[in-house]
C-alpha cells in the first residue's frame, strides 16, 4: 500500500494550493484519511481528517480556510487550502487508516503515512 501526495509549493500569503493523496495498492476499505503538518522545530499536528461517511474534522487554525474532500472511486483525498498564511509553513504528510489484504482471504486494519510534500507561503 501507498499514499502518494502532490500539490505542495511555494505561495504567497493569501493565496491557495490543493494538495491530493493517492492511497494504492491492496485496499480492501478506507476508513478515514487526513493530512498533518510539521513545520521546523515543531511537533506533527493534525490538520484536518475524513471518514468513509463524509464526516469532517480540522483542526482550529484550519477552520474556515481549509477544506478536506474526498473521491471514494479513486481512493484520494484533498486539502483545499485557502487564505495561506506564513504560519502554515511545513511538511504536509496524508495519513489513513485503512483495511487490507493479507495472505488469503484475511484482512486487517493498518495505519499508512505518505512521504509528504512542503507547503512554504511567504510574506
Known amino acids: 500500500v501507498q499514499l502518494q501526495a502532490s500539490g505542495g509549493g511555494l505561495v504567497q500569503a493569501g493565496g491557495s494550493l490543493r494538495l491530493s493523496c493517492a492511497a494504492s495498492?491492496?485496499?480492501?476499505?478506507?476508513?478515514?484519511m487526513g493530512w498533518s503538518r510539521q513545520a521546523p522545530g515543531k511537533e506533527r499536528e493534525l490538520v484536518a481528517s475524513?471518514?468513509?461517511?463524509?464526516?469532517?474534522n480540522y483542526s482550529d487554525s484550519a477552520k474556515g480556510r481549509f477544506t478536506i474532500s474526498q473521491d471514494n472511486a479513486k481512493n484520494t483525498v484533498y486539502l483545499q487550502m485557502n487564505s495561506l498564511k506564513p504560519e502554515d509553513t511545513a511538511v504536509y504528510y496524508c495519513?489513513?487508516?485503512?483495511?487490507?489484504?493479507?495472505?488469503?482471504?484475511?484482512?486487517?486494519?493498518?495505519?499508512?503515512w505518505g512521504q509528504g510534500t512542503q507547503v512554504t507561503v511567504s510574506s
Open positions: 495498492g491492496s485496499i480492501v476499505s478506507i476508513n478515514i
Open positions: 475524513i471518514t468513509s461517511g463524509d464526516i469532517t
Open positions: 495519513n489513513a487508516d485503512l483495511r487490507v489484504r493479507g495472505k488469503g482471504w484475511s484482512t486487517y486494519p493498518s495505519h499508512y
